[in-house]
């Protein structure tokens, strides 16, 4: 190929245009064609080209078909699903991972579990992994990047790790897989009512959480993105130390995190925790709203009632502070310091809703509440 005249060359000179001359020969030799070279060059992703190789595949989907039983329209569906683009029933763009893949989509479906339950697990499957992946790719980057690398160096430096790299994130997957499904396991409860429906209740009462930082939009117009990552980085592990047995971390999406408990107590004490340690890493200030209500669970998010009225709680709390609706309050008037803040009226709730500030109770009350179990304290009133 004559990559000067193919436009591949233009602009470089000296020893960064010999490293261009030297990743396109090997490129080309891999198989790479002069449109695929020109598409990369445009998009100044040469240097990442040996790793597209490395992760891509050998199989088309026709091929996995015939050898697994499965049907091409399924394997394309599950592809799209996953948010992965469109491919050809005979393009060789799918790994070997995706005849095992497809393999356990069949043993799926042969069990009993729908097309629907399937086509649920892999979109929750997709958005996760689409997270992981960009993660990875940030930390590699961060990681294995150096000062005056030529196209050529990161090439072959990538392409390496990649090789040796990716086969041990399965492990991780995996660990992190079953270690959620069994948390999931020791915190479910299947009624007597649900045992002769044959199938789990849409809606149950529990408590959820919002906390989120405060003023972010302005945060984001003062600090450079790199600081603004790391901040959103740092709020996310905390709100994830936070849970524990009775607590579970939902999601945080941004500069929010969504918390949710079967009792309210312990969700209360989660959200103080999580202020807390904001304001021991010096980040900016958290507010959060607690409430309790119905709530129905679907592909790991929550819906309903209960996470609207904690979302709109969250919305009027002050800085560094937890709010909390009279049924949290009530579920739990021993075990914190409670304030009232009034009733306010909130966005798609009818009548006005008492609300309740909770703080810690003093050692000394403390101590009191522990030697009386069970005693309610009247909340304060401001």
Known sequence: MDFAAAGLLGGLEGSEREARERLLARLAADGFTLDELRAAAAEDRLALLPVERV?????????????????VDLLLRLRRLLGLP?????????????????ESTRLFLEAGLSNDAIAEISRVVGEAMARVAAATTAAFA?????????????????????????????????????????ETVQ???????????????????????????????????QLAAGELGGVIARFGEL??????SRVRLVKTIGDAAMLTAREPGPLVEAALSLLEACQAADLPSLRAGVAQGMAVGRAGDLYGHAVNLASRVTGIARPDSVLCTAEVRDAAASDFDWSYAGKHRLKG?????PLYRARRLAPETESASRRT???RRKPASN
């Open 86 to 102: 469109e491919t050809e029933p005979d393009q060789h763009v799918l790994s070997d991972e995706w005849v095992q893949a497809a």
């Open 187 to 221: 915190q479910g409860m299947i009624s007597r009512a649900e045992l002769a429906a044959g199938h789990l209740a849409g809606e149950q009462e529990m408590a959820v959480c919002f906390a989120d930082v405060v003023g972010f939009t302005v945060l984001g117009s």
């Open 373 to 375: 179990p069970g005693r």
């Open 349 to 353: 709730v009818g009548n006005s809703v």
């Open 239 to 244: 709100a994830g130390d936070v849970a524990d």
């Open 142 to 182: 961060d990681s294995f990047l150096q000062p005056g690398d030529s196209e050529e160096e990161v090439a072959r430096r990538f392409a390496r790790l990649a090789q040796e790299l990716t086969p041990p994130v399965g492990p991780v997957l995996v660990a992190a897989f079953k270690g959620h499904l069994r």
């Open 55 to 71: 992760l891509g595949g050998r199989w088309s989907a026709s091929e996995i078909a015939e050898k697994t039983g499965l049907s």
